[in-house]
């Protein structure tokens, strides 16, 4: 057992590196780039891009560490047969899930706009989870990887902080899984709701999970 504790909030965890794994979650071109859904939705997308470098340092130490590293994508079917028509009808017509964007069909697999910011690229053999909801188990096979791998301790990264990073420790936690979010590897377009999101997974004693901070975790690794 290769044992490393990591501070936190609300106490410091200790976690055993060889059932820990990194979720990197949606840090797809469509939500970080100029011509994505992000921006079609009326955001400012280089707040998200706030999250790159510390996901980047977060990787290396993983990596070095030999830690499991997952990524997850947000996206379609390209016949749009997977999404909820609630959630293509948002926001202007021309904008919209599947619609023609700069990079290709809006939030649709295979086409640039889905694919990972070119810095935080998976390296060869990482699993990358595409996923058709907020949450990274909704729809996927992502909890029988993890089980597969006895994986215990969860650190979860991403955007934005509210929705899909949210959505996905809520998921984790009902599912048994320790988590700890780094607080400075997640964003969102809106800076009350990256704040009031991690004090929500911190609240009453770590509700949903623990808090931390990109040095924090790999100065334990």
């Known amino acids: 057992m290769r044992q490393a504790t990591i501070a936190a909030d609300p106490a410091p965890v200790t976690v055993d590196l060889d059932r820990t794994a990194v979720i990197v979650i949606d840090m797809q071109r469509d939500f970080l780039e100029p011509g994505g859904f992000g921006e079609a939705l009326g955001n400012e997308v280089a707040k998200l891009q706030r999250a790159v470098p510390p996901i ?34 948002r926001g202007d017509p021309s904008m919209r899930i599947g619609a023609c964007g700069p990079m290709g069909r809006i939030l649709i697999r295979g086409e640039p706009g889905h694919d990972i910011v070119p810095a935080l690229a998976p390296a060869p053999g990482e699993p990358v989870i595409d996923k058709p909801g907020k949450g990274a188990f ?13 994986i215990e301790t969860l650190i979860v990264c991403g955007v934005t902080t509210e929705v899909c990073v949210h959505t996905t420790v809520r998921e984790a936690n009902d599912r048994g899984f320790r988590c700890l979010v780094p607080g400075d590897a997640c964003a969102s377009y809106f800076d009350e709701f990256h704040a009031v999101g991690l004090k929500m997974i911190a609240a009453q004693g770590g509700i949903f999970g623990s808090v931390t901070t990109t040095e924090a975790v790999t100065a334990a690794l």
């Open 56 to 89: 980047a340092r977060l990787l290396a130490g993983a990596r070095a560490s030999g830690l499991l590293v997952i990524h997850t994508r947000e996206g379609h079917r390209p016949d749009l047969s997977d999404a909820p028509p609630l959630k293509v009808e």
């Open 138 to 150: 909704y729809e996927t096979d992502l909890e029988l990887i993890l089980r597969n791998r006895r």
